[in-house]
């Protein structure tokens, strides 16, 4: 994945790490993954230049009602925090985290909101969590799962999610190329330029995200 990544990615391009964490995560061992991801990111700094630039983020597991490590793996230099819940949860218990998390100062990102029932039962309820002040972030992986992709495709098409991330975790994983641009963009009314430049860049900014659906980004053909 690594070393295809200068002539796949646009340059200009920023990638951003985000190893999973879970609420219940000792300190320690938090300390430990941040410090490996950060090693990580400096040595793909060194490789690729002033070509592609690195963050160090994550991806946080809650679990129970522990909303530890969100300092920890919040985007940089902003309050906006990728979270995921275990895909039984139920709609109110999702209410209930993010809420929670809105009170203390952060910003929700949603991540993979197509595994969830609550989603996939009724997806307008994105349109409630983004007037919260949620994001929401399809994988690209959920697209090669049969028991994703059909939702994954439809947030993607009716602008229900704010971004597109590869979510790759192995080299044979999903990136953000152009092979994937094409795809996408053979279904999604939403441009890929809006799902991974525009949008992403007002989180890299730490702005709000517009509500959704996208209706104001719907492509012209
Ligand atoms: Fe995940």
């Given at each position: 994945?690594?070393?295809s990544m200068r002539d796949r990615l646009?340059?200009?391009?920023?990638?951003?790490?985000?190893?999973?964490?879970?609420?219940?995560?000792?300190?320690?061992?938090?300390?430990?993954?941040?410090?490996?991801?950060?090693?990580?990111?400096?040595?793909?700094?060194?490789?690729?230049?002033?070509?592609?630039?690195?963050?160090?983020?994550?991806?946080?597991?809650?679990?129970?009602?522990?909303?530890?490590?969100?300092?920890?793996?919040?985007?940089?230099?902003?309050?906006?925090?990728?979270?995921?819940?275990?895909?039984?949860?139920?709609?109110?218990?999702?209410?209930?985290?993010?809420?929670?998390?809105?009170?203390?100062?952060?910003?929700?990102?949603?991540?993979?909101?197509?595994?969830?029932?609550?989603?996939?039962?009724?997806?307008?309820?994105?349109?409630?969590?983004?007037?919260?002040?949620?994001?929401?972030?399809?994988?690209?992986?959920?697209?090669?799962?049969?028991?994703?992709?059909?939702?994954?495709?439809?947030?993607?098409?009716?602008?229900?999610?704010?971004?597109?991330?590869?979510?790759?975790?192995?080299?044979?994983?999903?990136i953000?190329d152009n092979?994937?641009?094409?795809?996408?963009?053979?279904?999604?009314?939403?441009?890929?330029?809006?799902?991974?430049?525009?949008?992403?860049?007002?989180?890299?900014?730490?702005?709000?995200?517009?509500?959704?659906?996208?209706?104001?980004?719907?492509?012209?053909?």
């Amino acid at each position: 994945m690594i070393s295809s990544m200068r002539d796949r990615l646009e340059s200009g391009s920023t990638v951003v790490f985000t190893p999973h964490y879970t609420s219940s995560m000792g300190d320690m061992v938090v300390a430990g993954k941040r410090r490996i991801s950060i090693q990580f990111q400096k040595q793909m700094e060194e490789k690729f230049k002033e070509q592609i630039s690195f963050l160090s983020a994550g991806e946080l597991m809650l679990r129970g009602s522990s909303l530890k490590h969100m300092e920890e793996v919040r985007y940089p230099g902003t309050g906006w925090v990728l979270v995921e819940f275990d895909t039984t949860v139920s709609w109110i218990e999702t209410l209930i985290q993010l809420k929670r998390i809105l009170r203390k100062g952060y910003y929700p990102l949603i991540a993979h909101p197509e595994r969830y029932r609550w989603c996939r039962q009724n997806r307008n309820r994105l349109i409630k969590l983004s007037r919260m002040g949620c994001g929401s972030v399809v994988s690209a992986r959920s697209l090669r799962f049969k028991k994703y992709a059909a939702a994954a495709r439809g947030l993607l098409t009716d602008g229900f999610c704010h971004c597109l991330c590869s979510d790759a975790h192995s080299p044979k994983d999903l990136i953000l190329d152009n092979s994937l641009k094409d795809r996408i963009q053979g279904f999604s009314t939403v441009p890929w330029s809006v799902l991974t430049g525009e949008l992403p860049e007002l989180i890299l900014n730490d702005m709000k995200l517009p509500e959704l659906p996208l209706i104001t980004h719907r492509k012209s053909r």
